[in-house]
């Protein structure tokens, strides 16, 4: 059964080095359930993909997260990829953005590397998630209770680990925003 989000605006945070197959799969999910996806980033232009480490294809911004109002979406996607939320975790304006969305209780989903922007946005503490193992200690160390699942979902968190969880990832991502 697929999950109709028809209406449904969802903002998908990303910068040069995002793992391309979680920027285009969970938005091709959203689409293809009748939401309207948004790239923001924290660049103009257009944004570097990679799969793994090996550059992919680049992907039009559509609004700079400095521009991006929490309140004109319905959902937040954080997909992974090394560098990328590394990037993110640096730039205030991303940070807020992300704890905007926890703020206004909205849904937040965020795959494999994800995750270190909700640390460096202070929105782990006290819940469980889950992400690339590497992310373990950084967030154990942020107040948060790592699991290793295919996907777990907190409250109106939904987390998963790496590419291969895109399936189980989606459909939650979807759910969440269904709801």
């Known amino acids: 059964m697929t999950t109709s989000i028809k209406g449904k605006r969802v903002a998908f945070l990303a910068t040069d080095g995002v793992e391309e197959v979680e920027y285009t799969e969970p938005r091709k999910a959203v689409e293809n359930a009748g939401g309207q996806a948004e790239l923001i980033s924290i660049k103009d232009g257009e944004i570097q993909a990679v799969n793994h480490m090996d550059k992919a294809g680049t992907y039009p911004v559509d609004k700079l997260v400095k521009d991006a109002d929490v309140e004109q979406y319905d959902a937040l996607v954080l997909p992974g990829g090394v560098a990328n939320p590394d990037f993110l975790r640096m730039d205030a304006e991303a940070v807020r953005f992300v704890r905007d ?79």
């Open 101 to 179: 969305f926890f703020t206004a209780g909205k849904p937040v989903a965020a795959i494999c590397h994800g995750p270190w922007t909700l640390v460096e946005a202070g929105v782990v503490d006290g819940r469980t998630l889950t992400s690339w193992p590497s992310l373990r200690t950084d967030l154990a160390n942020a107040g948060a209770t790592w699991v290793d699942e295919q996907v777990y979902v907190d409250g109106k968190l939904v987390t998963s680990r790496k590419p291969d969880d895109l399936p189980a990832f989606c459909d939650r991502l979807l759910e969440q925003i269904g709801s």
